[in-house]
């Protein structure tokens, strides 16, 4: 049987910690291909680099020899896409992603370049998890992350998740012995408020920091990830590319024939 | 009754004709608040601006005392999140994203700026629509796209879609005499193949422009925006922002105690 080929990103950059940690628990699983961007890519989403060309460096690593990493100046979309179609020799058999410097929970998940990666490899027909600690400092603690990030390793591998479904793992800011256990979560519905702050530069000239608060819309609902992180659960949400909300899909069928009626009449159609 | 507050985005940027077409087909609904990038920020998803500041500038615009313009540094989201926390008076009645040069058909949602736009308004409970049309020129000719966005508009004004819903509308380029008809439509399955093309820079390095075909996973299907628009529909799909795979949580319920006694057993938990 040939080696399995993991593909490796993230949306901190090369030089997080966080992917190192994520690199280490993928080892034992086959070949590894690391492509990350050269720096930061925080709220990144799903962006891909169209006005610019993208430039990739190969990193000098002899003594990985089971490890080919690769810095990429594009964000983490571009990273995986990269991957895919130039830098893998074949379609890898799982992407990882992370482990993110801070949470992903919640809303977070649409501007996460952490989770965009794991979509990304979703969309391309490979199983792919997004891994995530709610701790954003440089030192993080990350001994957790790889346990629990090893335990669903194995079980995506073995089992594999329905096509077009990939997986959004945060874990909580405690020790290991201090994790309460593993939830199966949906996103919680939130969002942000106060989100700019505005000061003015030496100029006089005003500008805004993006910032706020997270309000949870249903803060007493216990199948949540927000419920599940402030409880000292990790959180496991399975995602889908398919946005389609098909409930609303029935719920305004009658407008195709509504709609081309009131545009025939006003003699558009 | 107070009349109503319009917020228009985009991510062709300020000066795109797709805009001004969607100022003019929403004015007559209410007060217009327009903050729309700078430049172009096709492709950048729900991107989010983290490691600079953001800058605004209200535009005169004397003659249209209906519309209030400003044009923002930042991405697509981040003009609607000022929108709303800085430039707004109130919380708009209704957000307006387009009329992208393009389509954002299939999977071509979650790297688009102006479905990024309409997704931000509908995490903030404010009822939001992307409109795409699919001729990427300057000139494109928008008149068929305004009459069909006029129809939707007072459709989701006067039938309110469910929280957490937006719509995703695309029409095809053909004049409007030529339009089938509307289709309530799926998100086709889709990816591209190819995507980097490979140069070399007069330094003799390499660079890589991002590229690619779109090939369509389920062309037999019929219930696809990709169907509907090549058979000269507009289609309309029903976008959620939670992105939970509701049949999956149920499918890997008992990862729950089954991973945890495998970390227990391996003295972990």
């Not at 060309?53 to 990193?59: G, L, Q, S």
């Not at 490899?121 to 346990?147: H, M, Q, T, Y």
């Not at 819309?217 to 216990?222: I, M, Q, V």
Request: charged letters at 25%.
């Amino acid at each position: 049987m040939e080696e399995r080929l993991i593909l490796v990103s993230n949306d901190d950059g090369m030089h997080a910690s966080g992917i190192e940690a994520l690199i280490e628990t993928v080892r034992p699983f086959g070949k590894v291909l690391v492509v990350a961007p050269a720096e930061g890519q925080s709220g990144m989403s799903h962006a891909i680099t169209i006005k610019v060309p993208v430039r990739v460096h190969k990193v000098r690593n002899e003594d990985e020899p089971d490890v080919a990493r690769y810095i990429c100046s594009g964000t983490p979309v571009d990273c995986i896409k990269l991957a895919i179609s130039r830098l893998a020799n074949r379609k890898p058999d799982l992407i990882v992603s992370g482990i993110n410097h801070g949470g992903n929970s919640s809303a977070s998940i649409v501007y996460s370049g952490t989770m965009a990666a794991a979509m990304e490899g979703c969309v391309n027909g490979i199983p792919s998890i997004g891994f995530s600690l709610l701790d954003i400092s440089r030192e993080a603690d990350f001994s957790a992350v790889k346990e629990i990030a090893r335990e669903i390793i194995e079980r995506v591998l073995s089992e594999p998740l329905p096509e077009g479904v990939c997986l959004n793992v945060n874990v909580p800011q405690v020790p290991i012995s201090e994790i309460k256990g593993i939830k199966i979560c949906r996103q919680t519905k939130g969002f942000w408020i106060e989100e700019f702050e505005k000061r003015t530069d030496p100029n006089r000239k005003d500008y805004y920091w993006l910032t706020g608060l997270f309000q949870n819309l249903e803060p007493d609902a216990t199948d949540t990830d927000e419920w599940a992180l402030n409880n000292d659960y990790v959180s496991i949400v399975p995602v889908k590319i398919d946005l389609t909300s098909y409930d609303t899909m029935k719920k305004i069928k009658s407008w195709e024939t509504e709609m081309v009626n009131s545009l025939q009449k006003s003699k558009y159609l």
